[in-house]
């Protein structure tokens, strides 16, 4: 079974993420900051691409309690996930910094993509490396 955990290291901002593979649907949560929560729920599941029926694509499903604004975030994690990995993806993010500025704002949308890179790669890395049983 797949199961790590993930985490920026970039001085400013940083999220983490608990990755779970569930039978071949993955489950993400991703956190960070002073309160971290549940804020928004992204389901994403892969799909044929509408520009080129030979890659593939996502389409996401999207919920956020009311005053939170990690949809985006949610979003673009499970819609890249599904379509890269071709299976079934839920997404949790919640986090909160006080007074947050633009700046900072702007620093935790890169984090996000760097945090979503992170996974790419490790449940790249740890499905190779059940393939060869455990053998890089």
């Given at each position: 079974m797949i199961?790590?955990?993930?985490?920026?290291?970039?001085?400013?901002y940083d999220l983490e993420a608990q990755v779970r593979l569930v039978g071949d649907?993955?489950?993400?949560?991703?956190?960070g900051g002073e309160k971290p929560h549940i804020g928004a729920v992204a389901m994403?599941?892969?799909?044929?691409?509408l520009r080129d029926f030979g890659l593939t694509s996502a389409t996401a499903?999207?919920?956020?309690?009311?005053?939170?604004?990690?949809d985006?975030?949610?979003?673009?994690?499970a819609e890249r996930l599904a379509a890269r990995f071709n299976t079934r993806v839920v997404v949790t993010?919640?986090?909160h910094w006080d007074s947050l500025s633009e700046e900072g704002i702007?620093?935790?949308?890169?984090n996000g993509k760097v945090l979503v890179?992170?996974?790419?790669?490790?449940?790249?890395?740890?499905s190779s490396s059940q393939r060869t049983g455990g053998r890089p």
């Amino acid at each position: 079974m797949i199961a790590f955990h993930v985490r920026t290291n970039r001085g400013e901002y940083d999220l983490e993420a608990q990755v779970r593979l569930v039978g071949d649907d993955l489950l993400v949560a991703i956190y960070g900051g002073e309160k971290p929560h549940i804020g928004a729920v992204a389901m994403a599941q892969p799909r044929p691409s509408l520009r080129d029926f030979g890659l593939t694509s996502a389409t996401a499903s999207v919920f956020c309690y009311v005053g939170h604004k990690e949809d985006d975030l949610a979003k673009h994690a499970a819609e890249r996930l599904a379509a890269r990995f071709n299976t079934r993806v839920v997404v949790t993010a919640g986090i909160h910094w006080d007074s947050l500025s633009e700046e900072g704002i702007r620093k935790v949308v890169e984090n996000g993509k760097v945090l979503v890179d992170q996974i790419v790669e490790r449940v790249r890395s740890e499905s190779s490396s059940q393939r060869t049983g455990g053998r890089p």
